[in-house]
């Protein structure tokens, strides 16, 4: 060692040493934990900043520090000032640290700071560890995950991977910016917290769960998953509902991780009402895909809280349903998958369960099951899958519900090179589809007016079960086959669009089309569900709607051709840039008939507008499609701000110039009528789209007499986002159309919105107005039979903002927690007990790391009287 004054050398106490040569002649007199002592910090000065040891040193020890003092006669090592010490991914840090070669511990004090692999980091007056910093104490104890949790603890003990905070404090709020000393949103104090990183699990031991610093809730044991675990078996947070139906019920989650890729959650809950209701939920995920299966099931202890078949499932023990959906990635191109719902009975959805979104709709109340292959290429698609439908209302006939096996449909498109083609070009598109269909029961549907049965006043049923000579006087009609039915169709097409001298765009196009179609009608089955003459409904009838055709193939082709011009206009200006468009279109067909299939399965729903009005064939589906000649022409204008805002605007026509209007022609739905394209002039279309700026849009589509321009199809979509205010608004009105179906004028608005008071805290509201009261004033009640009966003469005067669903919520969120209270009421119109609402309000509480609770309070149906009156 280098030389020293003899008066410093006698003076009692440790042998000071400062980095230089003599220090390296101290490494060998080191314990192994410290063999290796770097020292990178100057004698005087600032410390280096922290950073991680070179690789090489990964295990050992690395020191930097202002100074480091040995002292020979106690066996101790000290380091002062901006002490920093790495070892095996660990970074220790303080003013002081004190290494006992003794007894192999180390004592850090003075802004002690202890960070470990994985990011957290703990904060102490004083730290007590072995030379590995595995076992130890530690005084005053704050800790920062990696997750942004904190653990407090005035005293704490290390003993290798699970640490002991004595009167520990645990939360994952972070401190209040502008007050520190603030109490977080919410604490978990408990006498005794261990926190096994082994196992990866929290435990409480005396812990009580403090909002505000205020405790609210006891616990004398539990235990929850450490905040870096994404999945760990275990127990979740308990579940609570009440419906009048069931009861209270509580049900408590177990979530088994079975392996990484597939889990297990069971749900047992308990009803004071009814029978033990069991839950269970497999998740699997592979390679290629993933897929997921859902069972629950109930045995019944008090049928006589739900209603009467066949208004309910009064008459049903075992209850329950089966649940699953997935998808596989053959390859690159090609997927397969299912989505399959398989319920006990149709009302086990709407008794069992809070929320379903198959229930929310007062017009389609439907589960679903598909399975399917579908592959995509670069330019090519091909999608085949089967269907099965479950009706969940109580009108539905289950044997009319249809089976689609199978549904494909397949596109594929060319590029046609001019210089291998005598200069023709363009685009050949390749279209087909096949679609197989049976069902038990024919649909029929009564109209003009509408007709319900006389014993149950559920099931739709005409007095007459014939089509009318003059369909515009038809009172019955056929939507679906009790039989078995086969359609096929292609379609080959092409054009090429040209740019003429003076900035016109031609498009022409031409196209052949061949359908062939199997009708196999059943003429014996019917339904026992009797109409107001005491006849059941008949399979062979079916045979009035399609001129006594049965067991034959029906087939046709259909060239057609045509064109279509464009011509843009641009101009500039100080407001922005407009681009004015004037559009024509000729499209020639044969003049053959539109319905070669004698049926119409899935052309039934047909909606003119300005999104079809430039199509070949304005049919929905593939059963129905254009004849003869007819001239499409409108314009469209569009103006664009500097800002990126817009103004566009469309408005058109469509006129049957020669043959036969398809439109015109009735099917066994009676589609195309009533449509705005039955007449040789059709009505006008038109949109306008309005979108100044990136926080206000509204867009208005519309459908009008070309007389008086009399509206007869409005839709309005608005929204308005500008902080902290958020609105979105859709309208309808539409006229009504007897002649398929819709006896009165149909007009709603639903509005929905979210306004956030402050960073934290938030109002949701949503309503849909009936402003028709079609529900409403349709709904009228005879006293004597107590059946809902629609169709009959109107004498209720509901108001016109008629509510049909009201839903009100509030909440909290930030980084921790998430609280929100909702108010749901959806309109019902139940045949048995007439026009009510469902209630329900749902409570949901979020601590992060900690799990969600929720509980949910059906509040039962609200009779209304809205103007409804009852018929003697």
């Known amino acids: 060692m280098e030389s020293r004054r003899r008066s410093r050398e006698s003076r009692p106490g440790p042998e000071r040493i400062r980095s230089g040569p003599a220090s390296s002649r101290l490494l060998s007199r080191l314990s192994p934990a410290l063999a290796v002592l770097l020292f990178a910090a100057p004698v005087v000065g600032r410390a280096q900043p922290l950073a991680a040891p070179p690789p090489e040193s990964a295990q050992r020890m690395v020191v930097e520090a202002k100074e480091l003092a040995y002292d020979e006669r106690r066996n101790v090592v000290t380091a002062r000032g901006s002490v920093q010490i790495f070892y095996k991914g660990r970074v220790l840090e303080a003013d002081r640290v004190v290494y006992d070669r003794n007894t192999q511990r180390v004592f850090a004090e003075g802004h002690a700071k202890l960070t470990e692999k994985d990011g957290s980091i703990a904060y102490a007056d004083r730290f007590d560890f072995t030379d590995d910093f595995k076992n130890g104490f530690i005084d005053s104890l704050q800790v920062e995950s990696a997750e942004s949790t904190h653990f407090t603890s005035p005293r704490a003990e290390r003993a290798g991977e699970v640490t002991t905070f004595e009167q520990g404090a645990y939360t994952a709020c972070d401190a209040c910016q502008n007050d520190p000393s603030k109490p977080r949103l919410w604490t978990v104090h408990a006498k005794r917290i261990i926190h096994d990183?082994?196992?990866?699990?929290?435990?409480?031991?005396?812990?009580?769960?403090?909002?505000?610093?205020?405790?609210?809730?006891?616990?004398?044991?539990?235990w929850s998953a450490d905040p870096s675990v994404k999945r760990k078996s275990g127990f979740l947070n308990p579940q609570l509902t009440y419906r009048q139906q069931l009861g209270f019920g509580v049900g408590v989650p177990y979530y088994w991780a079975i392996a990484p890729n597939y889990d297990l959650t069971i749900t047992p809950t308990g009803f004071t009402r009814q029978g033990p209701f069991l839950a269970a939920e497999f998740r699997h995920r592979l390679e290629n895909g993933s897929y997921v299966i859902r069972a629950e099931g109930t045995h019944v202890s008090d049928p006589s809280a739900f209603t009467i078949a066949p208004y309910g499932a009064r008459n049903e023990r075992w209850r329950g349903s089966i649940y699953s959906n997935g998808e596989f990635a053959i390859n690159d191109y090609w997927r397969f998958g299912w989505d399959a719902t398989v319920l006990s009975d149709r009302y086990f959805l709407q008794d069992y369960k809070q929320y379903n979104s198959f229930l929310q709709n007062y017009f389609f109340r439907e589960a679903s099951s598909t399975v399917y292959l579908t592959g995509q290429g670069p330019r090519s698609y091909f999608d085949l899958r089967g269907y099965y439908f479950q009706g969940l209302s109580a009108s539905d006939v289950q044997a009319q519900q249809p089976v689609v096996h199978p549904l494909l449909d397949y596109n594929r498109s060319?590029?046609?090179?001019?210089?291998?083609?005598?200069?023709?070009?363009?685009?050949?598109?390749?279209?087909?589809?096949?679609?197989?269909?049976?069902?038990?029961?024919?649909?029929?549907?009564?109209?003009?007016?509408?007709t319900l049965d006389s014993l149950y006043g559920l099931y739709n049923v005409c007095q007459l079960y014939s089509p009318s000579v003059d369909p515009y006087k038809s009172g019955c009609l056929l939507r679906g086959v009790g039989g078995d039915y086969q359609h096929a169709t292609a379609m080959a097409s092409w054009q090429r669009r040209f740019i003429d001298p003076i900035g016109g765009a031609w498009t022409p196009f031409a196209f052949t089309r061949v359908t062939g179609s199997y009708l196999n009608y059943d003429s014996t089955n019917s339904y026992a569900a009797y109409n107001s003459v005491g006849q059941p409904i008949p399979n062979s009838a079916q045979s009035l709607f399609v001129n006594g055709a049965d067991s034959v193939f029906r087939g046709q082709a259909t060239p057609g051709g045509g064109v279509e011009w464009r011509y843009p206009i641009l101009a500039r200006s100080n407001l922005g840039d407009l681009v004015v468009e004037p559009i024509a279109q000729v499209v020639a067909r044969p003049n053959q008939s539109s319905i070669p299939s004698l049926v119409n399965m899935d052309a039934q729903s047909l909606v003119f507008d300005d999104s079809n009005l430039f199509e070949w064939s304005k049919y929905s589906g593939y059963d129905r499609f254009e004849t003869g000649t007819r001239i499409n022409y409108g314009g469209q204008g569009t103006?664009?701000?500097?800002?990126?805002?817009?103004?566009?605007?469309?408005?058109?026509q469509s006129r049957q110039l020669a043959g036969k209007n398809g439109y015109s022609t009735a099917d066994a739905a009676n589609v195309g009528l009533s449509s705005g394209l039955d007449t040789r002039t059709s009505d006008w279309v038109g949109r306008l789209a309005i979108a100044p700026s990136s926080f206000f849009s509204?867009?208005?589509?519309?459908?009008?007499?070309?007389d008086g321009l009399r509206g007869r199809r409005i839709d309005v979509i608005a929204s308005f986002k500008l902080d902290p205010l958020t609105v979105n608004l859709q309208y309808a009105n539409y006229a009504s159309q007897p002649v398929i179906g819709f006896d009165q004028r149909r007009q709603g608005m639903s509005v929905n919105g979210r306004y956030d008071i402050t960073k934290n805290y938030f109002l949701t509201g949503s309503a849909t107005f009936d402003m028709s009261r079609y529900l409403y004033n349709s709904l009228t009640v005879s006293p004597a039979t107590n059946i809902t009966l629609t169709g009959s003469t109107i004498t209720g005067s509901a108001p016109l903002f008629s509510v049909a669903a009201l839903g009100l919520g509030g909440g909290y969120h930030d980084e921790c927690t998430t609280v929100s209270v909702n108010y749901s009421s959806v309109f019902q119109g139940n045949t048995s007990t007439g026009l009510s609402r469902n209630q329900t309000?749902?409570?949901?509480?979020?601590?992060?790391?900690?799990?969600?609770?929720k509980f949910n309070y059906g509040l039962g149906s609200l009779q209304l009287n809205d103007g409804v009156r009852t018929q003697p």
């Open 841 to 853: 309000i749902m409570v949901s509480l979020q601590l992060r790391t900690l799990g969600d609770a």
């Open 197 to 222: 990183n082994d196992e990866k699990v929290i435990y409480y031991e005396d812990a009580s769960l403090e909002l505000f610093g205020t405790p609210i809730a006891y616990v004398p044991y539990f």
């Open 414 to 450: 060319f590029a046609v090179d001019p210089a291998k083609t005598f200069g023709i070009g363009g685009q050949i598109t390749l279209d087909a589809n096949f679609t197989s269909t049976s069902a038990s029961i024919a649909n029929y549907e009564s109209i003009q007016p509408r």
């Open 698 to 706: 509204i867009v208005g589509k519309g459908r009008f007499d070309p």
């Open 639 to 652: 103006l664009t701000f500097a800002n990126g805002g817009f103004i566009n605007a469309l408005v058109g």
